[in-house]
């Protein structure tokens, strides 16, 4: 009887020291803590205005609009009048929806737009001036998201923001230096001489009166001025004059469009994405599914095993991103196969610890039936339990690098993130294939994933990055480091970063932030391995509910990222 009773106790020691040594890791740091509402964006003046608005007494709706218009202002490298963006939505009851306000090729467009006499992709017109040019959304966007959700009045949303153009914005280092590197690319798509061509210095204010005007107009006359009015005219014939062929037609029948978000379900997690035109709901579904079986907690965040699931699953997501995904409205998208576990199981059947699948030997999933590092992302979530996610972009840096002094913003180049041919990768090296071909008034696909996590019910996590075609793969790593690593909002967003988009067949690795020897066990597995290339993968935002009810902020280092609450 002693004895059977040493032996259980033995038996109850290894299973407490087993549990110990799986537990997962204490938290070390965490990021801003609030009561009752909170705003993360890439600069502190939009996250300022976001919660100034909160107090006022508006909701999580009321400060999208006044936190994206904000970014206009405060943050042109991707912040903007001239682009568009989606955003995700869950109300305090429940209620989940999105809205996307993405580009649009306009009605002369042409599929083979790019191309040579000899069918070739002429280099930098997709990417490079008015060519370059969708028809943005952003204000569509919006005054749509104000007008259905919205509690105070636009004036209260717009006269702070209006007031920042006016009185102008402290110019941080990392601004300096954008404004100051991008200054070639100026010169060689703007005629006229523009308030950028000084050199910046850290500290210096830089003021917008020109867009101030331009923010006064809509205050007044409402969206139609942005699409029908005097700022319409003045942009189209702007456009023209530098050779574009938006015309007044196409901006005066832009809308934007509410879209059923993807939502699914991970462990105890249910998953709220953006729907296509974004890839981002699908791709997400697609690698999140792929590596439930696998005990990613018991392998460790950023281990040898979690790095080898992580990237086959994305390398056969990215391969169906390419041939399945585009505009809803113009092509058919197997959405329910692609997500489905069957599908998903079969995808990873050939995957094995032992050596890396080669991206050559990996295609499309068998099935019956592009994008921007500057991107930026905004999360909220308000004192009545609302919360949105939101990202929002130009595409590339400052766009098409062509400004409208006259409006005071830059204009998006998202024409490239069509299929200029397909097959050929755009300007981030992603392949794109018929289904995301140029169609007049067609969206072009989109990586852009703003995504809201609840758990067990509840509202757990607002989150979204810019960061091109990885910014699925650094949402999805954010939501892991929580879920799977215990980390904090603030450790999971700082945490370091990789990313396999299929083709090219590489690991893209935030450079001096992975164990070398982790690196060569990679390497021997078959991986190639760069981080010459990936200085920063992702510039994440998020905001994160406690068991508390507090709200902790993930604001990014590798950007002016700030959270501000209250």
Known sequence: MKNTFNVLLLILLCLSCNTTKTEVKKINKRGLISNHGMVVSARVEASQIGVDILKKGGNAFDAMAATGLALAVAYPFAGNLGGGGFMVYRKANGDIGGIDYREKAPLTATKNMYLDENGEVIPNKSTLGSLAVGVPGSIAGIFEVHERFGNLPMKDILEPVIALASKGVVVTKNQANRFNNYQNQFRLVNKDSLLFYKVWKENDTIKYPALAKTLERILKNGKDEFYKGK?????????????????????????????????????????ISMAPPSSGGICLAQIMKMIEPYDLSKYGANS??????????????????????GDPDFVSIPTDELISNTYLKSRMSDFSFEKATSSADVSHGNIEVVESNETTHYSIVDQFGNAVSVTTTLNGAYGSKLYCSELGFFLNNEMDDFSSKPGVPNMFGLIGAEANSIAPEKRMLSSMTPTIVEKKGKLFMSVGTPGGSTIITSVLQTILNV?????????????????????????????????????????????????????????????????????????DHRGDDTAVGF
């Open 231 to 271: 700022t319409a005219k003045i942009l189209v014939k702007f456009l023209q004059e530098n050779g574009g062929i938006i015309t007044e037609e196409d901006l005066a029948n832009y809308t934007a469009k509410w879209r059923t978000p993807i939502a699914f379900n991970y462990d105890n997690l249910k998953i």
């Open 483 to 555: 879920h799977e690593y215990n980390m904090s909002m603030q450790e999971a967003v700082d945490a370091p970063r990789f990313h396999h988009q299929w083709l090219p067949d590489v690991i893209q690795m935030e450079p001096n932030s992975f164990d070398k020897n982790l690196i060569i066990q990679l390497q021997n597995k078959g991986y190639i391995i760069n981080e010459k290339d990936s200085p920063v993968i992702g510039k994440v935002d998020g905001i994160m509910v406690l068991t508390d009810k507090t709200l902790e902020g993930g604001a």
């Open 304 to 325: 040898l095993k979690s790095i080898q699931v992580i990237t086959e699953a994305e390398r056969r997501a990215y391969a169906d991103r390419s041939y399945y995904l």
